[in-house]
Nanobody, 121 residues
């Protein structure tokens, strides 16, 4: 059994910061890429940031320079540091982990339950 659990969401004023965490646990052989998505009410889900197993990163234009994705391979955990937050960043943030579980020959996508981030004054 593999679980992906997020934490760290909440309410913050514009200009503030939040740090999201996402930990994968269970019988895992290899974690490939780890991603953060977000979905605001009435909008399509948006890919926010990606980090590969080797640490290469990619960001949506809307968050470049403000958000930083990182990972701790020893803890099977990915982080999203969000600075200079704007009301437009308000959304449910979800973690997506591509990993190969023990006993399988290929990797699968696993999702966390999502965490709400609200930016308002």
């Amino acid at each position: 059994q593999v679980q992906v659990v997020e934490s760290g969401g909440g309410w913050v004023q514009p200009g503030g910061s939040l740090r999201l965490s996402c930990a994968a646990s269970g019988s895992i052989v290899t974690i490939n890429f780890m991603r953060w998505y977000r979905q605001a009410p009435g909008k399509q889900r948006e890919l926010v940031a990606t980090i590969t197993r080797l640490g290469n990163t990619n960001y949506a234009d809307s968050v470049k320079g403000r958000f930083t994705i990182s990972r701790d391979n020893a803890k099977n955990t990915v982080y999203l540091q969000m600075n200079s937050l704007k009301p437009a960043d308000t959304a449910v943030y979800s973690c997506n982990v591509n990993l190969k579980p023990t006993g399988f020959q290929r990797a699968f996508d696993y999702w966390g339950q999502g965490t709400q981030v609200t930016v308002s004054s």
